[in-house]
């Protein structure tokens, strides 16, 4: 199975600075036939489930801020808040679905405010 | 706008099976272009998925190694919900269980409020 690690496992970052978390794949998850990363990112706040902000690595979900942006292709992706809100403080998980069914998830990242 | 209504107990004696249901509105569970997902979430396991099932002419259904021996997804057609029964639950199977639509390409987009089952006599 495609094992995916996240960096750093907690993040304090002060509002309206840039957060930035990676995530790390054990193998590549980017298909050549068409050119597509196949990593999305989540959002997780307490008691609610995960919430999709990104996918193909790069496009944002209908209705996520524009403050949310992914990059990376490969193995390794980057998931930045440019500037982070009050309302961003959450567990962000990565999860690769170029292995489907086999889906898996980093070990999720969790923001809090400086 | 696609929503999954999760119900099933949250209380599950040890050795008995879990079983949950995912109503879904908004999509049908038999579309061409979806598959209906199983996943749950432990602070020792992190999110795992569970098991997928889809219909493309034929329904097909795929389950995680870690629980293949003791897990079934049924869909049901004519209430446009699946399920999920999990049998000889230890008190390892305990975690807060999601639904979830996986797109044509795969990744998750629309997931049900979660249940918190625990396994406990």
């Known amino acids: 199975d495609i094992v995916m690690t996240q960096s750093p496992d907690s993040l304090a970052v002060s509002l309206g600075e840039r957060a930035t978390i990676n995530c790390k794949s054990s193998?590549?998850?980017?298909?050549?036939?068409?050119?597509?990363?196949?990593l999305a990112w989540y959002q997780q706040k307490p008691g609610q489930p995960p919430k999709l902000l990104i996918y193909?690595?790069?496009t944002r979900e209908s209705g996520v801020p524009d403050r949310f942006s992914g990059s990376g292709s490969g193995t390794d992706f980057t998931l930045t808040i440019s500037s982070l809100q009050a309302e961003d403080v959450a567990v962000y998980y990565c999860?690769?679905?170029?292995?489907?069914?086999?889906?898996?998830f980093g070990q999720g990242t969790k923001l809090e405010i400086k | 706008q696609v929503q999954l209504q999760q119900s099933g107990p949250g209380l599950v004696k040890p050795s008995q099976t879990l079983s949950l249901t995912c109503a879904i509105s908004g999509d049908s569970v038999s579309s061409n272009s979806a598959a209906w997902v199983w996943i749950r979430q432990s602070p020792s396991r992190g999110l795992e998925w569970l098991a997928r099932t889809y219909y493309r002419s034929k329904w097909y259904d795929d389950y995680a190694v870690s629980v293949k021996s003791r897990i079934t997804i049924n869909p049901d057609t004519s209430k446009n919900q699946f399920s999920l029964h999990l049998n000889s639950v230890t008190p390892e199977d305990t975690a807060v269980y999601y639904c979830?639509?996986?797109?044509?390409?795969?990744?998750?987009?629309?997931w049900g409020q979660g249940t918190l089952v625990t396994v406990s006599s």
């Open positions: 193998q590549s998850v980017l298909f050549s036939s068409s050119n597509k990363n196949y």
């Open positions: 979830s639509r996986a797109t044509y390409n795969g990744y998750l987009d629309y």
């Open positions: 193909w690595a790069s």
């Open positions: 999860l690769q679905y170029s292995d489907t069914p086999k889906y898996t």
